[in-house]
C-alpha cells in the first residue's frame, strides 16, 4: 500500500541559475570551437547544454495548498507539500493534487426506508485529500470514487431507519437528523480511508417522501398530530376534574354522592374536552 513520503528536492532558483550558466557556458564553446575547428570545446558545449535540458526538466511549481508527486519511470518517488519553485529528479513525472477543502452534492436519490417506504433523500459530503499517494495510486480517479462511495453510505446509512419515528422509539432520518449525518460521516471516512481522503463533515440536504405516497403519508402525520393532541388534553382534562371534585369535597361546599360526581365529571369533560364553546344547560329540579 503506498503511503505519502518527502520526496528529494532542491531549491527550483539554484537550479534555472545553473542551467542557465551551462547553457551560456554552452553556447559560449560552442561559438568558439566552431571559429577555432576543435572539436572538443564543441563536444563540451554539447553536453553543458544536455545537462542544461536535463536540469529544466526537472523544475516545477508548487501552488499553495496543493501537492507534487513525483515518478520516475513508474517508480514512485514522493511528494512535495511546501509550495514554492522546485528543482527534482529530471525526466520526473509531476502530477498536481489539490488538497484544498470540497464539497461533493449528490443528487437526489430514491431509496426504501427501514419501514420499507420509498423516500427521496440526498447530503453534501465536505472533504480533503490527507495523503496524495493513496489518492493517486490506491484508486483510479479518487473524486469518481468519492461520489460513488458517499451515494452507496447514503443509501445504507438510510435504510436503517424509519423516516419518522411515529412512536418516538429509536432514531428517525426526520427527528434525529444529528445523529444520522455523524452515522453517515463515520461510514464515509471508513470507505474512502484507502484513497486518502478525509471526511470533514457531511449533512443531509434534502429528505421528503417520493411523490406516490406523498399525500398519504401527509394524512397519516396529520392524524397523529390530532391523536397526540387529543390524548394531551383528555389526560389535563382528567386532571383538572379530579382536582375539582377533591377541592369541592375538603371545603366540604357540597356533598357529592356517586351518581352526582358521575354527573359533574361528564359535565366537566364534555366542557373541557369540547373543541367548542360549552351551553350549559339551567337544572331546576333535583338530579332525582
Known amino acids: 500500500m503506498f503511503q505519502e513520503k518527502k520526496s528529494p528536492y532542491a531549491n527550483g532558483f539554484w537550479g534555472l541559475l545553473l542551467a542557465l550558466v551551462f547553457i551560456g557556458a554552452g553556447v559560449y564553446l560552442l561559438v568558439l570551437g566552431g571559429r577555432a575547428g576543435d ?8 553536453v553543458l547544454e ?12 508548487v501552488q499553495p495548498n496543493q501537492a507534487m508527486v513525483i515518478t520516475f519511470f513508474g517508480k514512485y518517488l514522493g511528494v512535495i507539500r511546501q509550495s514554492g519553485f522546485y528543482l527534482t529528479i529530471p525526466f520526473a513525472t509531476h502530477r498536481k493534487v489539490s488538497l484544498r477543502v470540497r464539497n461533493f452534492n449528490s443528487v437526489k436519490l430514491k431509496v426504501n426506508d427501514v419501514d420499507g417506504n420509498p423516500i427521496e433523500i440526498a447530503a453534501v459530503v465536505v472533504f480533503s485529500v490527507v495523503d496524495s499517494a493513496k489518492a493517486l495510486f490506491e484508486v ?6 468519492v461520489e ?7 443509501r445504507h446509512v438510510a435504510s436503517k431507519y424509519p423516516y419518522d419515528g411515529a412512536d418516538g422509539a429509536g432514531f428517525s432520518l426526520r427527528s434525529n437528523s444529528d445523529e444520522i449525518a455523524l452515522e453517515l460521516s463515520t461510514e464515509l471516512q471508513n470507505r474512502l480511508a484507502i484513497a486518502g481522503v478525509n471526511v470533514i463533515e457531511s449533512r443531509l440536504t434534502h429528505l421528503a417522501y417520493s411523490t406516490e405516497i406523498a399525500s398519504a403519508m401527509l394524512q397519516r402525520q396529520q392524524a397523529s398530530a390530532i391523536i397526540a393532541a387529543r390524548e394531551k388534553i383528555v389526560e389535563g382534562a382528567v386532571t383538572m376534574v379530579q382536582m375539582a371534585i377533591q377541592r369541592l369535597e375538603a371545603d366540604g361546599a357540597v356533598e357529592l354522592d356517586e351518581e352526582r360526581k358521575a354527573a359533574m365529571i361528564n359535565n366537566l369533560l364534555v366542557a373541557v374536552v369540547s373543541d367548542r364553546s360549552a351551553q350549559p344547560v339551567i337544572n331546576t329540579s333535583s338530579l332525582y
Open 50 to 61: 544536455v545537462l542544461a535540458l536535463f536540469l529544466l526538466t526537472g523544475m516545477t511549481v
Open 140 to 145: 483510479d480517479e479518487y473524486e469518481k470514487f
Open 148 to 154: 460513488i462511495q458517499s451515494e452507496t453510505a447514503l
Open 39 to 46: 572539436s572538443l570545446w564543441i563536444t563540451i558545449g554539447v
